[in-house]
């Protein structure tokens, strides 16, 4: 029995969309991949979807709107990022934060590994670039390009993926401090945090898109997948 992988997805004009890379990722490390549906009832989906899934993918997305950190000199969001729609928002966070609460693991992209930061109480910059002085541009929008991360020493990013990767970046928005249960283990020649991890390694975060990596972002979704194959307490 291959494990039951959520995986949330984008809302645009009334339809929920998914990258088909994040299919093909969770199916090629063994696990069956289940897209999240935006029910009404919120809290009862969340409730039912924990239940019944393994584990949890939250992809990639708008900006987020949580913990932020402004300096009060620039906009609370930049104009070139999207606020994510409210049903996303809604969906996402009570489904993560259920995720949370059991004994599941996580895969947070991009924008998932910031609300995973912000539902644990990290903060996030509105705008990295803008805040933080000496930040390269980590967006394609403003001539990002790939870049490479350098792991923690023994960390789970480390044991993964090696000491160092290249990956690419199509983020504004980045961690200012980690939350509660979680240590930066990945960081770009900036400085800029690019992974996180939580002791036990149940839960994982990076803010790169390692779906659209092949093999080299392969390791990620195949250790969701083992950490999902196994007993719950």
Known sequence: MRPLIGITTSLNEGEQRLDLAYVRAVEAAGGLPVLVPMGRDVEAMAEALTARLDGLVVTGGPAVAEGLVTDGAHPTLPPDIDPTHPIRWTADRELLARFLDSDKPVLGICYGMQLLNALQGGTIYADVQRQQPGTDAHSTK????????????????????????????????????????????????????????SADGRLLGVQYHPERMGADGLPLFRHLVERAAEPVA
């Not at 790939?146 to 990013?157: G, Y």
Request: aromatic letters at 0%; proline letters at 5%; a negative charge.
């Open 142 to 197: 403003r001539g990002g390009t790939t870049h490479a991360i350098t792991h923690t020493p023994d960390s789970r990013m480390a044991a993964l993926l090696g000491p160092t990767l290249t990956v690419n970046t199509r983020h504004l928005q980045a961690l200012a401090t980690v939350g509660d249960g979680l240590a930066a283990t990945g960081h770009a020649p900036d400085g800029v945090i690019e992974a996180i991890e």
